[in-house]
Every structure is written in C-alpha cells, then in structure tokens.
C-alpha cells in the first residue's frame, strides 16, 4: 500500500515568507500524480499543494514510497509512464509548467528550474570527461563560449562546490561517489536557476 504525501503545513526553515514579504518561486496546487497498474490507478501523489519563496530551503519528509521524488519529478515534469499529472498546477515564476511541451520545458530545465539526483552514480555520463559534461549544459543554454574563460568559469565552480582542480579531464569512474555528487550539484547550480531541487542529496 502506497501512503500519500500531503504536505499542507510544511516545516520552514523560517517563518517570514509566511507573511507574504518575500516572492513566491514556486506554487503548486492541488498537484495530482497517479500511476495505471492493471488494478487501477495508485494515487502517488494526491492533492498536494504548497509553496517556496525565494531565499527559503523546503524539505519533503516522509517514509519510503510516501511520493517525494515523485513530487520532484513531477515539478520537473519528468514524470515517466505509466506514471502521469492528472490534475493540479506547477507554477515557476507564476507561469504553469503543466502545459508546456518538451521543447519549452528543456528551455526552462537547468536555466530556471534544476535538479541535484538522489542517484549521482547514474547520472553522469560514463564516456564524456567531467568538464565537457559541464561545457554541454552551459553550452546548450547559453550558446558557444570562449574556451579559457569556460575553462575559468568550471574552475570557478569546482571551488564553490569543494572539488579540485585535477577532476576537470577526469572520466566519472575516476571520481569517488561523493565527489560526483559534488559534480551534480555544480552542475545544478551552474546556470543560477530559480529553483533547485534535491532529491535526497
């Protein structure tokens, strides 16, 4: 049996972006993620609703199975079948992400909105060097950089995350698993998005 998540009165880490004195980043309503099994529908996810202000850390606590990452995911419209929204709002910076298609979403995935996987063993690119997985995400974005001022900007980022400089031309297998979990984040934050989510960093 699945136990729902449903955080209407969710832990803060302060109590001032209840006033309403800071902007909203995120507002979901009334959200809604069922997967189709041959017995019928598990309500995943079921009329959750809340929001994050900007500056604000929001954590998600339940047991196993309760439909965190599937309430990440869903924020990130990455939910995969038989899983899918079937009712409620996601709105970024007041504009709805439920709507969108796949080409509008890749626009707003990393630039606004990013994720820190709660997997980072299997989220990183086996085959490509840890700097040029890096380069895609800011090259796709952000079009074709200058490559020593790209090279800077990594560096740059290797240090805010605590990572050394001699990972740049590392393979992911050359690294330990907290050290590609450092990658993810750097990754996450590369862009300077609105919102990240972390699942279970």
């Not at 929001?58 to 047991?63: T, Y």
Request: with cysteine; net charge neutral; charged share 20%.
């Amino acid at each position: 049996m699945t136990t729902q998540i449903n955080p209407r009165t969710p832990a803060r880490a302060d109590t001032a972006a209840q006033s309403g004195s800071r902007e909203v980043v995120l507002d979901v309503r009334n959200l809604k993620v069922y997967y189709s099994t041959p017995t019928g529908d598990v309500r995943a996810v079921d009329d959750v609703s809340f929001k994050v202000y900007q500056g604000e850390i929001l954590g998600l606590v339940g047991e196993s199975g309760c439909g965190k990452t599937t309430t990440a995911m869903a924020i990130l419209r990455m939910v995969q079948p038989p899983g899918g929204i079937v009712g409620g709002q996601i709105l970024l910076d007041e504009t709805d992400l439920v709507p969108m298609n796949e080409k509008e979403l890749r626009d707003i995935r990393w630039n606004a909105l990013a994720l820190i996987p709660q997997g980072a063993m299997n989220s990183l690119n086996p085959i490509m060097r840890i700097s040029d997985q890096i380069k895609e995400a800011i090259e796709t974005h952000e079009g074709k950089q200058n490559g020593r001022q790209l090279k800077e900007r990594i560096l740059t980022l290797f240090g805010l995350v605590g990572l050394p400089s001699r990972i740049y031309d590392m393979y992911p297998h050359e690294l330990s698993g907290g050290m590609k979990q450092r990658v993810c984040i750097a990754m996450a934050i590369v862009l300077n998005p609105s919102l990240i989510i972390a699942d279970e960093p």
